[in-house]
């Protein structure tokens, strides 16, 4: 049947041509028939040491066809279609996955002359339902794709596309992830004989940046497939394929980084210099089965200097091959404490910028003028108050012993299948990441590689104390996960191998560079337009909207690339009273804050959270400095808004703690730039178990999202026209004992360009005036613009209306 096809196939050409069948991993594929005509599919992937399996049936029986896949990490997925089954054109498709109970979905796809419709909704409670449709001929279609999830009636996607196709031609434009990113496309068919190119230029709106891929394939022989490509980040491809007998398929395909050519190709398969191997310990089932068997912290001698310590974990490393575990899953921390206080910031500095992920996180320093909470003493839940381990003051770490990333919202599942591996006996094992602030809503380009959520042991870990400091080394393996015991110690010896013992002094002054431009998102006008909807919706009577948080995102182009360690190492010196954090997954942007706001710590069954609103320059002097502090405490309009946050918190923990304790109720956080209004909360745990029930509860709070929640938030995603990614997301580590997480605020991310992405965000209540809140977004990434080296326009921050809620 002719006619313009389905939405997916536009642009499909030159997609195929351009990604398809690159493997950078060894990968081998057999297919045979039986008897009566089913296909019988083998494909075998190796992975540095790991090798991943999956068998896949084919069986067809008049119209009807089944797929069964079943692959090495006990997943078995089945498809079935129904072709012609009611009526000419309509296919019916039916899916689900064992043991993933949520990913049953049905699929409807009619193709028409002059249309091609598709159709699917999930079989769950709350389903997310996608409609896409492609309309127009053979040579000129235009076509749509949305999604909507029912749970929160929000449009998760809206997709559009054009294409333009003749005999040895197709012409696509794409705009996709909501409108932010353009993509044209096309693909020349050069000769008949087997001979193409295609090509593929992106143009991101939100980060004003572009990326080109070239690619052309030609048919060597009927059997024999030959392929290039290369992109404008230097990165060159290149595939041959021979199909040895039907649908039986042996690839090889190499890349290599003009930019970078003293570095080894990648041949056949993927292998960043440096960048860890390790398990998803949130793949599917993982959190039914347990906990891991083997859950151990081993202390080595304590070691004079970072060079002797690192020298007893290669060896205590070396000599696990010489006696191997019974156990199928576990996890082993080897520690040694090094008797002199090294610098975490300086130690991860000192290793190579390619070892990745890598991750820092500090607690905050105590607040001198905060009362200790009743709730909130040291006890620990079992009537103990004896400290069994030293809080490090900041922790740094390279390497992936076991991460958990997925692309649905963070649930109890992925709690559990974090919670596996962590044990109130190995308090120091601790899985360190961040949560998107709306996990429903799609990531941007910048945002892919985190997921919904990004946590990670890492492999080694370096711990600054108070008096001393620990290196220490992680394992973990799960034969369940396919990723065996075996497996873990040579990813670990290898990175290990390329641990530096020594640091390097880090710029804590200023970063040497200067900002050659600087973009808003949204602009001064649409910001404006953003404000005055919210004020008339708070104002009026058909919703019952009180308060909404709408942020920026500033686009910072500098003359020099700007080093994510270093822009960290000078927001500490100015934040001694906020956390700093650095999480940066593989291949992916440095996610880099200074946030003074907690969303909770737990310590046993002890619960501490707090409440931040309102918000005002410091002053000149301090005589200057009193008058603004006590003009916060005194304004009724700040105090209403900071008591809607602070009351809120309070409701949602008596939902699921005991003794609920508010004191201060109110009081003064003085910072470097800012002060605001606060108060500190404590209580206590029924169950441990319930931490996931804090969290949940927790975010988003009205600080950084509005009130009602679920209001606030369907506001965000129809007005703000970037993605949040995990900027105002929970930020911090699970512990076996212990947990401690931020919210993500003052916070930015910077990629491998000039290019640095800052965040800030202002609460609209009503009374709010537009432009007195962007000038407080410019006060609340001024550390950023300071350090930046930009030099800011005057704001006039005096009786700036409502300056908001901190972000």
């Known amino acids: 049947m002719g006619g313009p096809g389905l939405y997916s196939g536009i642009g499909k050409k030159a997609k195929d041509l351009l990604y398809r069948d690159y493997q950078t991993d060894h990968k081998f594929t057999l297919t045979t028939y039986t008897a009566n005509g089913a296909a019988i599919t083998a494909t075998s992937t190796k992975k540095a040491d790991l090798i991943l399996g999956e068998i896949q049936s084919q069986i067809k029986n008049k119209n009807i066809t089944v797929d069964v896949k079943a692959n090495s990490a006990s997943n078995v997925i089945t498809t079935i279609t129904a072709d012609d089954l009611a009526a000419p054109g309509l296919k019916t498709i039916l899916s689900f996955a064992v043991p993933d109970q949520k990913s049953g979905k049905v699929e409807l796809q009619y193709l028409h ?33 949305v999604s909507l999830d029912t749970a929160t009636k929000n449009f998760t996607k809206y997709n559009a596309a054009l294409s333009y196709t003749n005999q040895d031609l197709i012409a696509s434009l794409n705009l996709n992830n909501k409108g932010d990113s353009l993509t044209a496309s096309y693909y020349h068919i050069v000769e008949k004989s087997g001979t193409a190119v295609g090509a593929e230029l992106t143009h991101s709106f939100l980060s004003n940046e572009n990326s080109l891929t070239f690619g052309t394939q030609h048919t060597l022989d009927p059997l024999t497939l030959v392929k290039a490509r290369i992109n404008n980040s230097g990165k060159a491809s290149a595939l041959i394929q021979h199909e040895f007998r039907p649908k039986s398929l042996c690839t090889i395909s190499a890349e290599v980084d003009t930019k970078a050519i003293e570095k080894s190709s990648k041949v056949g398969r993927w292998v960043r210099p440096s960048c860890s191997l390790s398990m998803n310990g949130c793949a599917a089932g993982a959190s039914d089965f347990g906990a891991v068997t083997m859950c151990e912290t081993r202390a080595l001698p304590a070691a004079s200097a970072p060079q002797e310590a690192v020298g007893q974990l290669r060896a205590a490393v070396a000599a696990l091959n010489a006696d191997p575990p019974a156990s199928s899953s576990g996890i082993i921390r080897i520690e040694v404490p090094i008797r002199q206080r090294g610098d975490a910031i300086e130690w991860l500095q000192a290793q190579r910028q390619s070892s990745l992920p890598r991750c820092f996180f500090s607690a905050r320093a105590p607040l001198p003028d905060t009362p200790a ?45 974090i919670k596996r591996f962590l044990s109130r006996d190995c308090p120091m094992i601790r899985a360190y990441g961040a949560i998107r602030f709306d996990a429903s809503s799609d990531a941007s380009v910048e945002w892919e590689d985190y997921g919904a959520f990004y946590f990670v042991v890492p492999q080694v870990e370096f711990s600054e104390l108070e008096e001393g400091s620990v290196l220490a080394t992680t394992i973990a393996w799960d034969d369940s996960l396919s990723w065996t015991y075996q497996s873990a110690v040579d990813e670990l010896q290898s990175t290990l191998h390329e641990i530096s013992p020594c640091s390097v002094k880090v710029n804590r002054s200023t970063l040497q560079t200067a900002i050659v431009n600087l973009n808003h998102v949204p602009t001064k006008a649409s910001w404006d337009l953003a404000v005055t909807q919210a004020l008339r919706m708070i104002k009026g009577s058909q919703t019952e909207l009180v308060k909404v948080v709408l942020a920026r995102c500033s686009r910072y182009i500098t003359d020099t690339c700007i080093d994510p360690l270093e822009l960290l190492a000078c927001l500490k010196v100015e934040g001694q009273n906020a ?76 939902m699921i703690c005991d003794e ?74 699970f512990g076996g004992a212990e947990s401690e997480f931020a919210v993500g605020i003052r916070s930015a991310l910077l990629g491998k360009g000039y290019s640095t992405l800052v965040y800030a965000g202002a609460g609209i209540v009503e009374g709010t005036n537009p432009s007195f809140e962007w000038d407080e977004l410019d006060l609340k990434a001024s550390q950023f613009a300071k350090l930046l080296q930009y030099q800011e326009h005057h704001i006039c921050y005096q009786e700036a209306g409502n300056m908001g809620t901190l972000i």
């Open 660 to 733: 609920v304790v508010v004191n201060p109720s109110k009081a003064l956080r003085k910072l470097p730039r800012v002060q605001h209004l606060s108060a500190q909360l404590a209580a206590r745990l029924r169950n441990e178990d319930d931490e996931f029930d804090i969290l949940n509860a927790l975010h988003p709070s009205p600080a950084v999202c509005g009130l009602p929640t679920e209001e606030a938030r369907q506001f965000i995603r129809d007005y703000e026209i970037f993605d949040r990614g995990m900027y105002a997301g929970p930020v911090g580590w």
């Open 113 to 145: 002359d002059y249309a091609g419709i598709n159709a699917s909704i999930g079989l769950t409670a709350n389903p997310v339902v996608n409609l896409s449709g492609a309309f127009g001929t053979s040579a000129l279609a235009v076509g749509a794709d």
């Open 579 to 654: 956390y700093q954090f650095c999480i940066q997954p593989s291949d992916a942007p440095a996610f880099v804050g200074n946030s003074p706001e907690q969303l909770f710590h737990r310590k046993y069954l002890n619960i501490s959270s707090e409440a931040l609103a309102g918000t005002r320059a410091r002053g000149k002097t301090r005589a200057d400095d009193f008058q603004i502090g006590q003009e916060l405490l005194l304004s009724i309009k700040e105090d209403t808004e900071f008591t809607i946050v602070r009351d809120s918190i309070k409701k949602k923990l008596e």
């Open 373 to 417: 909470l009743a709730v909130g003493s040291s006890s620990n839940g079992n009537g103990s108050h004896k400290e069994q381990w030293e809080q490090p003051v900041s922790v740094a770490g390279v390497g992936s012993a076991v991460f958990f990333r997925g692309t649905d919202p963070f649930s109890l599942h992925d709690w559990r299948a």
